[in-house]
T-cell receptor, first 110, second 115 residues
Framework: SQTIHQWPATLVQPVGSPLSLECTVEGTSNPNLYWYRQAAGRGLQLLFYSVGIGQISSEVPQNLSASRPQDRQFILSSKKLLLSDSGFYLC?????????FGPGTRLTVT | GDSVTQMEGPVTLSEEAFLTINCTYTATGYPSLFWYVQYPGEGLQLLLKATKADDKGSNKGFEATYRKETTSFHLEKGSVQVSDSAVYFCALSSGSGGSNYKLTFGKGTLLTVNP
């Protein structure tokens, strides 16, 4: 069966510091991968998606970036965090219509 | 572009009450429709789905029917339990070609069920 991991689970970072969140998927190959952010108020915003290694599409212009160095690894990064980057970050994978979500990373920027 | 509108709540019910959470959508073509559930502090779980008009998705006592004529996908459950307390998201998926399917989410509805 497929599983999706995210780490860290929680993170508190000062404004201006760098960020690296990691997502890995097990039990499948060549999945589509997604990063979402859920800010206070519950709505989900698609940030990036990837259909293959090195292929990244950005949905919203911002100071975040994503990379996919391996087939089942998806990384979300920032060089300098802003207060507005606080939120719950969710990674998801799919091989068709259904998307399956990881447990999420709670990021607080102070 | 695609959009999903769902009742924002919060919705508070007593155990064994009937639940309806409304969801309507705007999309080009023929999207697939989904309900996801998020329990406190966790990621989203796929609850049910429907991929074509008049399909009914069902799982764990929850049901939703894909109504193309009213562009709706309302979530229902006949008798809610305390354990159903969560945030519920309606979503649609419209393929953009190839193998990529992006989800468009509603804003979520917080459901609280009291004993």
């Amino acid at each position: 069966s497929q599983t999706i991991h995210q780490w860290p689970a929680t993170l508190v970072q000062p404004v201006g510091s760098p960020l690296s969140l990691e997502c890995t998927v097990e039990g499948t190959s060549n999945p589509n991968l997604y990063w979402y952010r859920q800010a206070a108020g519950r709505g989900l915003q698609l940030l990036f998606y990837s259909v293959g290694i090195g292929q990244i599409s950005s949905e919203v212009p911002q100071n975040l970036s994503a990379s996919r160095p391996q087939d089942r690894q998806f990384i979300l990064s920032s060089k300098k965090l802003l207060l507005s980057d606080s939120g719950f970050y969710l990674c998801a994978w799919s091989r068709g219509y259904d998307q399956y979500f990881g447990p999420g990373t709670r990021l607080t920027v102070t | 572009g695609d959009s999903v509108t769902q009742m924002e709540g919060p919705v508070t019910l007593s155990e064994e009450a009937f639940l309806t959470i409304n969801c309507t959508y705007t999309a080009t073509g023929y999207p697939s429709l989904f309900w996801y559930v998020q329990y406190p502090g966790e990621g989203l779980q796929l609850l049910l789905k429907a991929t074509k008009a008049d399909d009914k998705g069902s799982n764990k006592g929850f049901e939703a029917t894909y109504r193309k004529e009213t562009t709706s996908f309302h979530l229902e459950k006949g008798s809610v339990q305390v354990s159903d307390s969560a945030v519920y998201f309606c979503a649609l998926s419209s393929g953009s070609g190839g193998s990529n399917y992006k989800l468009t989410f509603g804003k979520g509805t917080l459901l609280t069920v009291n004993p």
